[in-house]
């Protein structure tokens, strides 16, 4: 238990390894948060069975005092569906009911033909295998296959989501991914001020990324694949050779 | 290790074949494979070794109806493979974020047959002159709880995940070697910790 606590106490990001358990109540670390009675557990972290809650991936821990939650960020490259994330996936096979699609998890996902925007049994998109879909999933369960849709269900409008047309894909780490996805995010901010381009960003690691040229394509996929484990300065010049050279 | 090295690649959770399907956990598979010829009757006791050490500590109900497929490919052996192997294994899964419950660390010793001491991390030079030879694995629950120096000797078997010797010795040997190989194992527990945090500050330099 010593080892979390020595973490906690120092600043910057708190580093957790499997095995490592979470402060009890009585250790006085939860005094910031409304000590609320029910603990919000995310991913890598497990009740055990002597009653604590020990780590069970390698990452950052985080807290959000709102509602008590705690998780842990970890990266790794295989996909694991969760629910309402947004993802991409490629059309492997098509029933009558569904579409198969390979979203890089360890199973593929179903993909209901009626779940688009406006579509009845008479009209219906129709996609070809090795579409590409930007999708949410609806239903994530580790004893089933995901299911996903492809409109938002509050509103049966498309909200994005739907079919991928042109571009190009490239498959990142989920941690390059999940900080893609944030707006402030550096690569693609510089990338921005010297090329236009379209991006989706999917939380199973796919990148997909639309621009005028072949070239600009190529220069997009390799900044954003070189800046995972660059500061912002060895960043801001990686982006800066790349687009001389160009 | 000294003069040893192993590659060690994970995959998983992935699709498994149907006939290793398990309907509530994920089929665990180890491929040990040595650096010239065929796989030979010593590298499947690996396997086997390594799977059953670690099938208990990897959370494979998470991941049920799928296969985690771990390679290890020896690249130069120089004594100690097999604690070498251990380590591999359990950084490579780190990395590749399987849950598991806590992580280990093994350490190979042996006592030497003219002077009776015991010698870490020997050379296959060192093999050759052992009067015994043991190989320990231990998790990190057992590093955070004995930190007050509880040496028990009961509570610090409880704590050993693997144990494998060969030659002949006594039982206080025995004792001595487990207690010699828990303290380096906290090293090893030590190394694991900063190699997963320099690779995340790596990645969250960004951030700041």
């Known amino acids: ?246 | 290790m000294g003069g040893s090295s192993v590659l060690c690649s994970v995959v998983g959770p992935t699709e498994v074949k149907i006939r290793d399907e398990q309907l509530d956990k994920a089929t665990v598979e180890v491929v040990a494979r040595p650096l010239v010829g065929l796989p030979s009757v010593k590298d499947k006791a690996r396997e086997q070794n390594i799977r059953e050490t670690l099938e208990p500590i990897l959370l494979s109900g998470l991941h049920p109806r799928t296969l985690i497929q771990i390679v290890v490919q020896t690249m130069k052996d120089d004594g100690c493979i097999l604690s070498t192997a251990f380590n591999a294994t359990i950084l490579a899964l780190l990395d590749a974020g399987i849950p598991l419950k806590s992580i280990l660390g093994s350490v190979t010793c042996i006592i030497d047959a003219q002077s009776n001491e015991i010698l870490l991390d020997p050379t296959t030079e060192e093999l050759a002159q052992a009067k015994s030879t043991h190989v320990f694995v231990f998790d990190n629950k057992s590093s955070i709880a004995n930190n007050e120096d509880i040496m028990d000797q009961e509570e610090l078997l409880a704590n050993v995940l693997f144990s494998d010797s060969t030659g002949s010795f006594s039982e206080e040997e025995y004792f001595e070697c487990s207690r010699v190989c828990f303290k380096a194992a906290q090293a090893v527990h030590g190394f694991i910790r900063t190699a997963v945090e320099k690779k995340l500050q790596k990645e969250y330099q960004q951030q700041e």
């Open chain 1, 1 to 246: 238990m010593t080892s979390i606590t020595e973490d906690l106490s120092s600043s910057g990001p708190k580093i957790v390894l499997p095995g490592d358990i979470l402060p009890g109540p009585e250790s006085g670390l939860l005094d910031d948060a409304p000590t609320a009675p029910v603990i919000k557990l995310g991913p890598g972290l497990q009740p055990m069975d002597d009653d604590t809650i020990a780590a069970v991936k390698a990452g950052v821990l985080k807290h959000a005092a709102v509602g008590n939650r705690w998780w842990v960020e970890s990266n790794q490259r295989r996909y694991v569906a969760a629910t309402g994330e947004s993802i991409i996936g490629v059309v492997i096979g098509k029933s009558a009911d569904y579409y198969k699609l390979d979203i890089g998890a360890a199973q593929p996902a179903l993909l209901g033909v009626l779940s688009f925007e406006g579509a009845t049994k008479r009209n219906k998109p129709d996609h070809k295998v090795g579409a590409l879909l930007y999708c949410r999933v609806s239903m994530a369960n580790k004893d089933m296959e995901a299911e996903l849709e492809c409109f938002n269900p509050t509103t049966g409008k498309a909200d994005g989501y739907g079919e991928l047309k042109a571009g190009f894909v490239f498959k990142t780490s989920l941690g390059l991914a999940r900080r893609l996805l944030d707006p402030k995010t550096l690569v693609l901010r510089l990338l921005g001020q010297h090329v236009p381009f379209e991006t989706a960003v999917g939380m199973n690691g796919k990148v997909w990324i639309n621009s005028a040229k072949p070239a600009h394509t190529i220069l997009i996929c390799n900044a954003v694949k070189n800046s995972e484990f660059l500061g912002a300065e060895e960043c801001r010049s990686m982006v800066k050779s790349l687009v001389e050279k160009l």
